[in-house]
Protein backbone atom coordinates (compact mmCIF):
# COMPACT_ATOMS: atom_id res chain seq x y z
CA UNK A 1 0.00 0.00 0.00
CA UNK A 2 1.07 3.54 -0.41
CA UNK A 3 0.31 6.32 1.69
CA UNK A 4 0.09 10.18 1.04
CA UNK A 5 -0.30 12.70 3.55
CA UNK A 6 -1.62 15.99 3.07
CA UNK A 7 -2.89 18.57 5.16
CA UNK A 8 -0.25 20.47 6.65
CA UNK A 9 0.58 24.31 6.79
CA UNK A 10 0.75 27.38 8.84
CA UNK A 11 -1.00 27.94 11.65
CA UNK A 12 -1.62 30.09 14.57
CA UNK A 13 -1.78 28.87 18.45
CA UNK A 14 -4.80 27.68 19.07
CA UNK A 15 -5.79 27.19 15.55
CA UNK A 16 -7.12 23.81 13.76
CA UNK A 17 -5.67 21.63 10.94
CA UNK A 18 -6.81 18.46 9.70
CA UNK A 19 -4.64 15.49 8.22
CA UNK A 20 -5.58 13.16 5.90
CA UNK A 21 -3.61 10.05 4.55
CA UNK A 22 -5.07 8.26 1.16
CA UNK A 23 -4.09 4.70 1.06
CA UNK A 24 -3.89 3.36 -2.30
CA UNK A 25 -4.19 -0.43 -3.31
CA UNK A 26 -7.16 -2.40 -1.09
CA UNK A 27 -8.23 -3.73 2.25
CA UNK A 28 -7.40 -0.16 3.57
CA UNK A 29 -9.81 -1.29 6.55
CA UNK A 30 -7.42 -4.58 7.47
CA UNK A 31 -4.68 -1.94 7.88
CA UNK A 32 -4.03 -0.55 11.61
CA UNK A 33 -2.92 3.20 11.10
CA UNK A 34 -0.65 5.60 13.03
CA UNK A 35 0.30 9.13 12.62
CA UNK A 36 3.54 10.05 14.31
CA UNK A 37 5.75 13.59 13.99
CA UNK A 38 8.91 14.57 14.18
CA UNK A 39 10.36 18.02 15.25
CA UNK A 40 13.64 19.20 13.88
CA UNK A 41 16.65 17.62 16.02
CA UNK A 42 14.26 15.06 17.90
CA UNK A 43 13.45 11.65 17.03
CA UNK A 44 10.07 10.49 15.53
CA UNK A 45 7.13 10.49 18.45
CA UNK A 46 4.08 8.60 18.33
CA UNK A 47 0.92 10.80 18.02
CA UNK A 48 -2.33 8.81 17.48
CA UNK A 49 -3.80 5.30 16.00
CA UNK A 50 -6.50 3.83 14.95
CA UNK A 51 -7.46 -0.13 14.77
CA UNK A 52 -8.60 -1.36 11.12
CA UNK A 53 -12.34 -1.18 11.84
CA UNK A 54 -12.09 2.04 13.71
CA UNK A 55 -13.75 0.96 16.65
CA UNK A 56 -11.08 -0.37 18.85
CA UNK A 57 -7.85 0.36 19.81
CA UNK A 58 -7.23 4.45 19.81
CA UNK A 59 -4.35 5.42 21.52
CA UNK A 60 -3.55 9.03 21.83
CA UNK A 61 -0.32 10.80 23.00
CA UNK A 62 -0.78 12.42 26.24
CA UNK A 63 0.81 15.39 24.70
CA UNK A 64 -2.12 15.38 22.43
CA UNK A 65 -4.94 13.87 23.94
CA UNK A 66 -8.20 15.94 24.74
CA UNK A 67 -6.80 18.16 21.26
CA UNK A 68 -6.98 15.52 18.40
CA UNK A 69 -8.73 13.31 17.23
CA UNK A 70 -7.58 10.11 15.16
CA UNK A 71 -10.73 8.75 12.60
CA UNK A 72 -10.89 6.88 9.44
CA UNK A 73 -13.03 6.50 6.07
CA UNK A 74 -12.52 2.90 5.26
CA UNK A 75 -14.51 3.73 2.29
CA UNK A 76 -12.75 6.09 1.04
CA UNK A 77 -9.23 4.81 2.21
CA UNK A 78 -8.63 7.70 3.95
CA UNK A 79 -7.23 8.42 7.54
CA UNK A 80 -7.47 11.70 9.37
CA UNK A 81 -6.16 13.59 12.37
CA UNK A 82 -7.86 16.29 13.48
CA UNK A 83 -5.55 19.27 15.33
CA UNK A 84 -7.46 21.49 17.91
CA UNK A 85 -5.65 24.02 20.09
CA UNK A 86 -2.52 24.03 18.25
CA UNK A 87 0.51 24.64 20.49
CA UNK A 88 3.77 25.94 19.00
CA UNK A 89 5.12 23.08 20.17
CA UNK A 90 2.78 20.85 18.10
CA UNK A 91 5.18 22.18 15.22
CA UNK A 92 6.47 19.18 13.71
CA UNK A 93 6.53 16.74 10.28
CA UNK A 94 3.80 14.94 10.82
CA UNK A 95 3.58 11.15 9.04
CA UNK A 96 1.25 8.47 8.54
CA UNK A 97 1.82 4.48 9.03
CA UNK A 98 -0.10 1.60 8.82
CA UNK A 99 0.73 -1.68 8.89
CA UNK A 100 -2.01 -5.14 8.48
CA UNK A 101 -0.02 -7.56 11.10
CA UNK A 102 0.59 -5.08 13.90
CA UNK A 103 -0.19 -5.90 17.70
CA UNK A 104 -2.16 -2.99 19.09
CA UNK A 105 0.39 -3.19 22.26
CA UNK A 106 3.04 -2.13 19.87
CA UNK A 107 0.88 0.16 18.00
CA UNK A 108 3.26 3.57 19.58
CA UNK A 109 6.76 2.01 18.23
CA UNK A 110 7.53 3.73 14.91
CA UNK A 111 9.36 0.38 13.45
CA UNK A 112 6.12 -1.79 13.87
CA UNK A 113 4.55 -0.29 11.00
CA UNK A 114 5.52 -1.16 7.70
CA UNK A 115 4.78 1.41 5.40
CA UNK A 116 4.87 5.13 5.84
CA UNK A 117 3.42 8.29 3.89
CA UNK A 118 5.98 11.68 2.65
CA UNK A 119 4.74 13.47 5.63
CA UNK A 120 3.32 16.72 5.90
CA UNK A 121 4.48 20.06 7.83
CA UNK A 122 2.48 21.64 10.41
CA UNK A 123 4.15 25.05 11.91
CA UNK A 124 2.50 26.78 14.62
CA UNK A 125 3.65 29.79 15.09
CA UNK A 126 2.28 33.31 15.34
Known amino acids: VQLQASGGGLVQPGGSLRLSCVAS????????MGWFRQAPGAEREFVAC?????????KYADAVKGRFTISRDNAKNTAFLQMNSLKPEDTAVYYC???????????????????WGQGTLVTVSS
Open 97 to 115: AGDRSLIAGLATVPNEYDY
Open 25 to 32: GRAFSTYF
Open 50 to 58: ISGSGRSTL
